[in-house]
Structures are given as structure tokens and as C-alpha cells.
């Protein structure tokens, strides 16, 4: 005898299948955007397709040398890690090879600068390079930070952020090594960071930029420059690159910003060469109006000597004062010709020695 069929049961089957095939296609989707997400930021910053947790070395690639070479504290090597800005950097003056020498000069023993100072970079990079450098080892940290920043104060005020995120470049590195916000799934971030390019896009278009420019200051934002906000920032990351130093028991030598305003700057003067620098390298107008530029310099050398009082241990030049101020020494505002970065080098020895237990010749 046939059985009669149960319309129910085959539609309660039907519509069962029905709500599978959908779950399967919406998991086939959200694979498909994970992986597409994923992709976006390998091609991007070179992340791991495995494993979105971001690492130090897609914002800095300069650590990679430390990291391959792998200073340690007391070996044969005297291994010095210098953090800053462009005024350190090699294709601004020679301040690392004027100090390795005349280090090596006096301990008879070889000696490594590790330059990690990059040019435009700030206090909050050095954070987070330090921060990377947690498994090596080095004899000495020198801080030479503290003028760059002085850029990030030409934003109206109510779009000033503490942790620079009004550039779009500081909001991408805090929210990837700050916060990993691309772990474990990279999707909800990925769309959030496109929606974020769009409409950055858009009010920069209309003339309602919300961030930093990335290069020259914004001609209508510098006056807001004269309000110096950044000072608490800067003690913040350099206080904490502090704490890291104590924990790993590297000395640090903290310095105040050396600069040189020529008398008679202009614009039009700079760029003709008629000015008190020798190769008249980078205009002030790039960080801001120059009489703001001196204010956040004031404001930020005040903070590193605070942040020596408060932490004795620390090494200290103040290479504001030290540093004579002529065309002999600087080739614009910040950058040191070969007899400055020479006179640098010089002035620091001292603590430098002291910091790493030498006597002084």
C-alpha cells in the first residue's frame, strides 16, 4: 500500500533548506569579505594574510635593523639607540657617525648607533619604535625629539586629538598597533577605514578638511599654531618611553631642541638663500609661522627639562643653550651642517660617557 505524501513535512523540509542555503551564502559572504579585508591591508601595509595583529615594522621598517641585528646589553658591542626626528637622520646631517666615532675613539671598543630617527616623525613614532624594541637590548637610549610636533598645533582647536589622530596617519597607526583594531577580523575595520577615506575625501573637496595635511600646513590653520597644545602629548609619549627604559634597565639621555631663527625670515628670502643658514634646506613655514614654531619649541624644551627633574636618573644637555646659533652650524631652522653635527656630537660626549659608566679622557 503507498503511503500518502506530507505536504507539511516536504514544505517544513523545503523551507529548512531554504534557511540553510541563505545561512551558507551569508558565511560565504563574510569569508569572502574577511578575505578580501585581509588582502586590502597585505597589498596596504604588508600585514599577514594569518594573523591581523599589526607589528611595528609596516610603519618602520627602519627597526628591521636592530631587530636582524639584535643588540644585547653587555656584549662585546657598545650598542646606542638614537630616537627623533630628521635632524638625526643621515640625509640631514651626520650626527650618528660623528658620535660612533668619537665613541669608539674613546672606549677602543666597537661601538653601534642604531638610528631609528626618521624624518617628520614625532614623540609619538619614537613610542611606538621603542615600544617595538622590547626584545633587544641597548647600553644607551638618546632622545633628541620634540620639533616636529610643533606642526600638529595648526588645527583648529576642537580637532586637536591628544594622540595626534587628527592626522590621518597617526589615527591609522594608533588604531592598528594602539588598539589592533584589525584583530581577529579585519571586515568591521577595513569598511570603517574606507568609509573614513571617503568622507575625509569629500570635506577636504568642499574646504572642510577635518585632518592634517600631510605635507605644508594648511596657509588658513597656521594662526591656530599660537596655541600650544601639544606639550602634554609630548610628556606623555616621552614619559612613557621613560617607563619602558626603567623596566628594561637602558640609561636614557634626554636633550632639549637646539634651533636657529635667522633674523630677517621670509618666505621669499629663504628660498633666494639671502638668510643666515649655509644651505638654506628646509623653510620654517613647513612646521608653521615661525614665531609660533619658536613658542612650541619653548613649550616642549620646558617639558624635557621637567621630565628630568622628575625622573634624576636620566642623562641631560641641554643642547638649546650648547649649541651656538650661526650659519656655521645650521642649515635652516633645525638641520646641522657637518661642523654642527661635529659640535652636536661634542656637547653630548659627556653625558654620553657618563651614562655608560666611562671616564672621560
Not at 592598528?176 to 571617503?198: C, M, S
Not at 649655509?278 to 620646558?302: D, F, M, R, Y
Request: aromatic share 10%; glycine share 6%.
Amino acid at each position: 500500500m503507498t503511503v500518502p505524501a506530507n505536504p507539511s513535512a516536504e514544505r517544513r523540509l523545503s523551507g529548512g533548506a531554504r534557511v540553510a542555503a541563505v545561512l551558507l551564502w551569508i558565511l560565504f559572504l563574510l569569508v569572502l569579505g574577511e578575505v578580501v579585508a585581509r588582502s586590502f591591508w597585505r597589498i596596504h601595509l604588508g600585514l599577514s594574510l594569518r594573523d591581523t595583529r599589526g607589528r611595528a615594522t609596516m610603519f618602520y621598517p627602519e627597526l628591521q635593523t636592530a631587530l636582524q641585528q639584535s643588540p644585547r646589553h653587555n656584549d662585546s658591542t657598545t650598542n646606542v639607540l638614537l630616537l627623533g626626528g630628521s635632524t638625526l637622520h643621515r640625509d640631514f646631517g651626520s650626527i650618528a657617525q660623528a658620535l660612533q666615532e668619537r665613541l669608539t675613539a674613546v672606549t677602543r671598543r666597537r661601538v653601534r648607533v642604531f638610528d631609528m630617527a626618521m624624518p617628520a616623525q614625532t614623540s609619538r613614532d619614537s613610542y611606538y619604535k621603542y615600544q617595538a624594541l622590547a626584545g633587544v637590548g641597548f647600553d644607551l637610549v638618546i632622545i633628541y625629539d620634540g620639533f616636529n610636533e610643533v606642526r600638529a598645533n595648526n588645527v583648529p582647536p576642537e580637532l586637536f586629538r591628544d594622540d595626534y589622530s587628527h592626522y590621518s596617519y597617526y589615527e591609522l597607526v594608533n588604531d592598528i598597533l594602539g588598539a589592533h583594531r584589525l584583530y581577529p577580523l579585519a571586515t568591521p575595520y577595513t569598511i570603517e577605514y574606507l568609509f573614513r577615506q571617503v568622507s575625509e575625501a569629500r570635506a577636504a573637496r568642499a574646504g572642510h578638511a577635518v585632518r592634517v595635511p600631510k605635507h605644508r600646513p594648511d596657509s588658513t590653520w597656521s594662526k591656530f599654531g599660537s596655541t600650544i597644545r601639544t606639550a602634554e602629548p609630548f610628556r606623555h609619549n616621552i614619559d612613557a618611553i621613560l617607563k619602558m627604559a626603567a623596566a628594561r634597565g637602558e640609561p636614557v639621555i634626554l636633550m632639549t631642541f637646539a634651533t636657529y631663527f635667522a633674523p630677517g625670515f621670509t618666505p621669499a628670502a629663504f628660498n633666494a638663500r639671502q638668510l643666515d643658514y649655509t644651505t638654506h634646506n628646509t623653510s620654517t613655514i613647513l612646521w608653521g609661522q615661525p614665531e609660533n614654531v619658536a613658542k612650541g619649541i619653548a613649550a616642549h624644551n620646558l617639558v624635557i627639562r621637567d621630565l628630568h627633574a622628575a625622573w634624576p636618573a636620566t642623562g641631560f644637555v641641554d643642547m638649546a643653550t650648547a649649541l651656538p646659533q650661526t650659519r656655521e652650524y645650521f642649515n635652516d631652522v633645525c638641520h646641522l651642517t657637518v661642523p654642527g653635527s661635529e659640535r652636536f656630537a661634542e656637547i653630548l660626549m659627556p653625558a654620553v660617557l657618563e651614562k655608560l659608566g666611562i671616564a672621560a679622557p
